[in-house]
């Protein structure tokens, strides 16, 4: 993960602590849900934040920033049709994500090392409820998640309509720090 980091401009320092940062995310449960608490504000001011930036702000609190499957069961918990799991984890098959596609389900793909990237599970937000709070519902957070595909390197993730996006890491979001 550190080389990643300098690949992407970043301090080693900070590769280190992504890499910590998903790999806690990546050892809880297949499907554990998270408690998205509200939006980091400053004032009544939304606070924006670079990916790098939004993972130092929970650092500083001791916590972290959610991934994307904890992203997908919280979307789950909410009514969504949520998590399908890939049959073939190693290869992202063109035929399987083509027909995934064609019943609502976006990709989400996992980043292996810095040249492997490979289908991680697949997401439909069909049936969901919403999200409950007026602002985290109407805005894009940060998910933990490297992605390195396309030239974009980070997901993002819109709780009001559950969907992740590929996107830079310069680019600023906000952010929701979990435990």
Same mark, same amino acid.
């Given at each position: 993960?550190?080389? $990643?980091?300098? !690949?992407? #401009? ?9 890499? @910590?940062?998903?790999?806690? +995310? ?5 499907? &554990? @849900? !998270? ?7 400053? +004032? =009544? ?22 991934? !994307? =499957?904890?992203? &997908?069961?919280?979307? *789950? *918990? =909410? ?8 049959? $073939?984890? @190693? ?9 995934? *596609? ?15 990237? !490979?289908?991680?599970?697949?997401? $439909?937000?069909? +049936?969901?409820? +919403? ?8 805005? =894009?957070?940060?998910? @933990?998640?490297?992605? $390195?595909?396309? #030239? ?26 979990? *435990?």
């Amino acid at each position: 993960m550190a080389n $990643n980091a300098n !690949v992407l #401009g970043t301090s080693v320092a900070w590769g280190k602590l992504l890499a @910590a940062t998903v790999l806690v +995310g990546t050892c809880m449960a297949a499907q &554990a @849900a !998270v408690v998205l608490p509200e939006v980091a504000k400053r +004032g =009544r001011v939304l606070v924006g934040f670079t990916k790098e930036r939004a993972i130092e702000h929970c650092y500083k609190q001791g916590k972290r920033l959610p991934t !994307v =499957r904890e992203l &997908a069961a919280w979307a *789950q *918990q =909410r009514g969504s049709v949520g998590i399908q799991e890939s049959p $073939n984890k @190693a290869l992202a098959y063109p035929l399987e994500v083509d027909l995934m *596609q064609r019943k609502g389900f976006d990709t989400v793909y996992l980043q292996q090392s810095c040249s492997q990237t !490979v289908v991680d599970f697949y997401f $439909n937000p069909r +049936g969901f409820k +919403g999200a409950g709070r007026a602002t985290l519902g109407k805005t =894009r957070i940060w998910a @933990a998640d490297e992605r $390195n595909l396309g #030239g974009l390197d980070a997901y993002t993730f819109t709780p009001g309509y559950p969907t992740f996006r590929a996107d830079s890491s310069a680019r600023e979001y906000a952010v929701s720090c979990v *435990q």
